[in-house]
C-alpha cells in the first residue's frame, strides 16, 4: 500500500509540474528570449552567492512581512496575479509588506549545479529577505513551495513569524520511495511524464493542461494569459523543474524526523479534494508530527487553494500576525 501510494503521487506530482510547464504552450514553444520578452521580470533583483533572486514588492505595514514562494513549474506570477495586492492591501493596520520570490531555477531567479533541496532554495531566498531588511516574516509556500517554507522554519526558528504551507508538500511518500529515488527512476518518471504531457500540449489547448492543476475549480478569468508559462518552457527551467520533482521525497525524508521539535508556529491551509497532495497524508500525518499547528480544510477545494479560497489564507495569516 505504502509503495503504490508513492507510486501514484510520484506520477501525480510530475504531472502537475509538467502540466502547469506546459500551459500556453503552442505546436513550437516560444524561443527563451521572445519568452523573456512577452513575459519580463515584475521586480528587482537580489544577488545571493553570485546568483540572481527575483523578488516582486508590494505594500508596507507594521507587521510582519509576508513571504510568498510559488510551486512546481510556475514562478511569482501565480502570486502576483491578485494574491499579492489582496494581501498587501489587508492586515490589521490596512496594509502589510508582501514580497513574492522566484524559487532558484524558476522565472528569473537562477540556480547553481545539481539539485536544490527544499532546505537549500530556503536558505537561499532567506539570504535575499535579510538583504531586503526582512525581519521574522511569516513564510506562505504552495505545493513544492510548502516545503520550502517548512524548511525555513524549521532551519531559522528565530528569524520568523510563523510558517503557511498553502496546498503544500510536507510529507514524504514512505519507505519504497527511497528505493525507487536512489535507482535515479524517480527522475526517470518525471521526464518520461514532461515528455509525454509537452507532446500532449503541443496538440491541445491551454485551458486542459491548466484547468488540470485547478479541478475541480476553474482558473480565474485571465489566469492563463498572465502567468507566463513560456518561460516554464525554458531549457534551465525544465531541468531545474525535473531536478525538484525528482527530489522532492528525499528533501522531505531528511525533515520529517525534525518535525517533533519545530518551534514556530504553523498554519495549514489545504483543499479536501486535492487531487495531487492528499488531506491524509499532507495534512493529517504532518499535523501529528508537529507541536504548535493549526489546520484548515477546505470543503470541495481542490490543489489550488490559494485561489479558490483566498479568504482562508487570510485568516491564517491573520491568526499568526495576532500571535505576535
Known amino acids: 500500500?505504502?509503495?503504490?501510494?508513492?507510486?501514484?503521487?510520484?506520477?501525480?506530482?510530475?504531472?502537475?509540474?509538467?502540466?502547469?510547464?506546459?500551459?500556453?504552450?503552442?505546436?513550437?514553444?516560444?524561443?527563451?528570449?521572445?519568452?523573456?520578452?512577452?513575459?519580463?521580470?515584475?521586480?528587482?533583483?537580489?544577488e545571493v552567492d553570485g546568483l540572481p533572486v527575483h523578488v516582486y514588492e508590494r505594500g508596507q505595514g507594521d507587521g510582519p512581512p509576508i513571504i510568498l514562494i510559488h510551486g512546481a513549474s510556475v514562478n511569482l506570477r501565480d502570486w502576483s496575479f491578485s494574491l499579492v495586492d489582496r494581501l498587501a492591501n489587508g492586515g490589521p493596520q490596512g496594509g502589510r509588506r508582501v514580497i513574492a520570490m522566484d524559487r532558484p531555477g524558476f522565472g528569473y531567479s537562477k540556480r547553481g549545479p545539481g539539485s536544490w533541496s527544499p532546505a537549500q532554495q530556503?536558505?537561499?531566498l532567506r539570504q535575499a529577505t535579510l538583504k531586503l531588511g526582512v525581519e521574522e516574516p511569516i513564510v506562505v509556500g504552495h505545493s513544492w513551495g510548502g516545503a520550502v517554507a517548512i524548511a525555513w522554519g524549521l532551519d531559522f526558528p528565530d528569524d520568523v513569524s510563523g510558517v503557511i504551507p498553502i496546498s503544500g508538500a510536507t510529507m514524504?511518500?514512505?519507505?519504497?520511495?527511497?528505493?525507487?529515488?536512489?535507482?535515479?527512476?524517480?527522475r526517470i518518471g518525471v521526464d518520461y511524464y514532461?515528455?509525454?504531457?509537452?507532446?500532449?500540449?503541443?496538440?491541445?489547448?491551454?485551458?486542459a493542461f491548466v484547468s488540470r492543476a485547478f479541478r475541480p475549480q476553474q482558473p480565474p478569468p485571465g489566469y492563463i494569459e498572465y502567468v507566463g508559462a513560456p518561460l516554464s518552457l525554458r531549457a534551465e527551467t525544465l531541468e531545474a523543474n525535473a531536478q525538484d520533482l525528482s527530489s522532492l521525497h528525499l528533501g522531505l525524508r531528511d525533515m520529517?524526523?525534525?518535525?517533533?521539535?519545530?518551534?514556530?508556529p504553523i498554519e495549514v491551509v489545504h483543499g479536501e479534494?486535492?487531487?495531487?497532495?492528499?488531506v491524509?497524508?499532507?495534512?493529517?500525518?504532518?499535523?501529528?508530527?508537529?507541536?504548535?499547528?493549526?489546520?484548515?480544510?477546505?470543503?470541495?477545494?481542490?490543489?489550488?487553494?490559494?485561489?479558490?479560497?483566498?479568504?482562508?489564507?487570510e485568516a491564517a495569516i491573520g491568526r499568526l500576525e495576532a500571535g505576535v
Open 172 to 186: 514524504p511518500w514512505g519507505a519504497g520511495a527511497t528505493v525507487f529515488q536512489t535507482l535515479g527512476l524517480g
Open 280 to 313: 491524509e497524508q499532507h495534512v493529517v500525518e504532518f499535523a501529528a508530527q508537529v507541536p504548535n499547528v493549526n489546520t484548515t480544510v477546505a470543503p470541495g477545494v481542490g490543489h489550488m487553494a490559494h485561489h479558490a479560497r483566498p479568504d482562508l489564507l
Open 194 to 207: 514532461q515528455a509525454s504531457l509537452s507532446r500532449g500540449a503541443e496538440d491541445g489547448s491551454v485551458e
Open 122 to 124: 530556503a536558505a537561499h
Open 256 to 264: 520529517a524526523p525534525r518535525y517533533p521539535q519545530m518551534t514556530v
Open 1 to 46: 500500500m505504502r509503495r503504490r501510494r508513492f507510486l501514484a503521487a510520484a506520477a501525480s506530482l510530475a504531472a502537475l509540474g509538467t502540466a502547469a510547464a506546459c500551459a500556453g504552450r503552442v505546436a513550437t514553444p516560444l524561443p527563451d528570449a521572445e519568452a523573456e520578452r512577452a513575459f519580463p521580470q515584475l521586480g528587482r533583483i537580489v
Open 273 to 278: 479534494l486535492d487531487w495531487l497532495l492528499g
